[in-house]
Each structure stands twice: as C-alpha cells, then as structure tokens.
C-alpha cells in the first residue's frame, strides 16, 4: 500500500512538472501579413530568417529548421 501511494504521488509530481512546463511562453503565431501570406514550409521561413538574412534568428533560438512545430499560421 505505501509503494502504491508513492507510486502515484511520484506520477502526480511529473505530471504536475509537465504541466507548468508546457504552459510557459508560447511561440508567436505567424503573421498573417503579405510577407509571411506564402509561408506555409519550414524552407520559406529560411529564406528571410536565415542567418546574414532580412531578419535572421537569434542565436539562442531553438532549432531553426523545424519552424512550424512552434510556429502557428493564422
């Protein structure tokens, strides 16, 4: 009985961790302007947000070729 109760109070913890992990910052949604209206790949957001680009990515940015994982359209 007192494996049981630790076993779901452990369950409860990590569940409880993953939770507020996932409700931190969201990634901004995609804007729904001109520039960005054709932006439906990974491979379009390069072409402006590659490095020496129009507006290139910090380099404290996740990985930066799986971009619509985060990324939402609008």
């Known amino acids: 009985m007192k494996n049981t109760l630790s076993l779901v109070a452990i369950a409860a913890a990590i569940l409880l ?3 507020f992990l996932s409700s931190g ?3 901004p949604v ?3 302007d001109g520039v960005h209206k054709g932006a439906l790949t990974d491979a379009a957001c390069v072409l402006c947000h590659a490095p020496g680009k ?3 990515l910090k380099s404290t940015h996740p ?3 799986q971009c619509l994982i ?3 359209l609008k």
């Open 25 to 27: 910052k969201k990634a």
């Open 70 to 72: 985060c990324h939402r």
């Open 30 to 32: 995609v804007p729904a």
């Open 63 to 65: 990985p930066k070729e």
């Open 17 to 19: 961790f993953l939770f």
């Open 54 to 56: 129009q507006a290139p």
